[in-house]
């Protein structure tokens, strides 16, 4: 069967090729990117914009939205950073079909200057044994439109029931140190010397072809749209006064947990545990009611400190390049 590729011209009319679409994972994040608040609110902001929206369509009865996708970014940058948004639809070939809204969709932002377009998928977490049905569906599409997973992840949650975070006798002598903003030279050195034994996938990815102060300072301005303002951000040093690593993350009611990084020579000191709770007795402090933070399935030592600092498991995220 034919269809169209229609994208709106404006941001009401995208709002509205949007609007109706369902939450095929059945997750927080999932559910929260299909509302008519996150939407308008959104499009508002410019973290979605209507040339980051694809909807296909069949006319057999004037117009009939089969399938949608949309991106997210930040409000100053020229690309969206992720393609989030998805509804399959109902018809028959739907995997077909998103997988050529995928595919028109990666041709356009790469001819407007993309060089890699990434998706997040945000399954439940224990995906691998209890999948929702549309997952295969989106991960098919996806592998039909030339995209390849790049890294699993976990996204944790934590809420004032859990308590705050413990912190050790190390945690205690550990001197945080406050940031002038995210151009600070000791924060982007101490944010490059992390690099070295990465266990992130996007970070070892981005290496391969990057200089790692350049990659340091794009990525920091970056964090501001989503760990910002720098109030909280923190460089951590040891009773010594040598430096440990750092910490970001924001104030408000739900939070994000930005960067958790230790510089080589200090690991295996439990001191990923310590800054996540600095960072969260910090967020609760100001007035937290949920923060959350996510790592690579692969990075163990993450996944403990979460755990340790009571966090739990909200779901998992699926990354796939192309």
């Given at each position: 069967?034919?269809?169209?590729?229609?994208?709106?011209?404006?941001?009401?009319q995208?709002?509205?090729?949007?609007?109706?679409?369902?939450?095929?994972?059945?997750?927080?994040?999932?559910?929260?990117?299909?509302?008519?608040?996150?939407?308008?609110?959104?499009?508002?902001?410019?973290?979605?914009r209507?040339?980051?929206?694809?909807?296909?369509?069949?006319?057999?009865?004037?117009?009939?939205?089969?399938?949608?996708?949309?991106?997210?970014?930040a409000?100053?940058?020229?690309?969206p950073?992720i393609?989030?948004?998805?509804?399959l639809?109902?018809?028959?070939?739907?995997?077909?079909?998103?997988?050529?809204l995928?595919?028109?969709?990666?041709?356009?932002?790469?001819?407007?200057g993309?060089d890699?377009?990434?998706?997040?998928?945000?399954?439940?977490?224990?995906?691998?044994?209890?999948?929702?049905?549309?997952?295969?569906?989106?991960?098919?599409?996806?592998?039909a439109?030339?995209?390849?997973?790049?890294?699993?992840?976990?996204?944790?949650?934590?809420?004032?029931?859990?308590?705050?975070?413990?912190?050790?006798?190390?945690?205690?002598?550990l001197?945080f140190?406050?940031?002038?903003?995210?151009?600070?030279?000791?924060?982007?050195?101490?944010?490059?010397?992390?690099?070295?034994?990465?266990?992130?996938?996007h970070?070892?990815?981005?290496?391969?072809?990057?200089?790692?102060?350049?990659?340091?300072?794009?990525?920091?301005?970056?964090?501001?749209?989503?760990?910002?303002?720098?109030?909280?951000?923190?460089?951590?040093?040891?009773?010594?006064?040598?430096?440990?690593?750092?910490?970001?993350?924001?104030?408000?009611?739900?939070?994000?947990?930005?960067?958790?990084?230790v510089?080589?020579?200090?690991?295996?000191?439990?001191?990923a545990?310590?800054?996540?709770?600095?960072?969260?007795?910090?967020?609760?402090?100001?007035?937290?009611?949920?923060?959350?933070?996510?790592?690579?399935?692969?990075?163990?030592?993450?996944?403990?400190?979460?755990?340790?600092?009571?966090?739990?498991?909200?779901?998992?995220?699926?990354?796939?390049?192309?």
């Amino acid at each position: 069967m034919q269809f169209s590729i229609t994208r709106p011209a404006t941001p009401e009319q995208a709002v509205a090729l949007l609007r109706g679409a369902r939450s095929e994972l059945g997750t927080p994040i999932s559910d929260l990117v299909v509302t008519d608040e996150h939407l308008t609110t959104a499009f508002a902001n410019r973290n979605r914009r209507p040339e980051w929206v694809w909807v296909a369509e069949r006319g057999d009865d004037g117009g009939r939205t089969v399938a949608r996708l949309a991106g997210w970014g930040a409000p100053a940058n020229d690309h969206p950073w992720i393609l989030d948004f998805f509804d399959l639809g109902a018809e028959p070939d739907r995997v077909e079909v998103m997988a050529a809204l995928l595919r028109q969709a990666a041709a356009d932002l790469r001819a407007a200057g993309l060089d890699q377009v990434e998706l997040n998928l945000f399954p439940p977490a224990g995906w691998r044994d209890d999948r929702p049905p549309a997952l295969d569906d989106l991960l098919a599409a996806a592998k039909a439109a030339g995209f390849e997973i790049l890294v699993t992840r976990r996204r944790f949650r934590w809420t004032p029931s859990a308590g705050l975070p413990a912190l050790s006798d190390d945690g205690v002598s550990l001197r945080f140190a406050p940031v002038t903003g995210p151009d600070d030279p000791v924060l982007a050195d101490a944010y490059r010397r992390t690099f070295e034994g990465s266990l992130d996938a996007h970070t070892r990815r981005s290496l391969r072809t990057r200089d790692a102060a350049e990659l340091a300072a794009e990525e920091l301005a970056d964090m501001v749209n989503y760990a910002g303002p720098v109030d909280g951000w923190r460089v951590a040093y040891d009773a010594s006064g040598a430096l440990v690593g750092l910490v970001t993350g924001n104030p408000g009611t739900k939070v994000f947990t930005g960067y958790v990084g230790v510089v080589p020579e200090q690991r295996g000191r439990g001191y990923a545990r310590e800054l996540l709770a600095w960072m969260t007795r910090w967020q609760a402090d100001q007035g937290a009611e949920k923060v959350v933070g996510e790592t690579d399935d692969e990075n163990v030592p993450m996944r403990r400190a979460f755990e340790a600092a009571g966090f739990v498991e909200e779901s998992a995220r699926i990354d796939l390049v192309g």
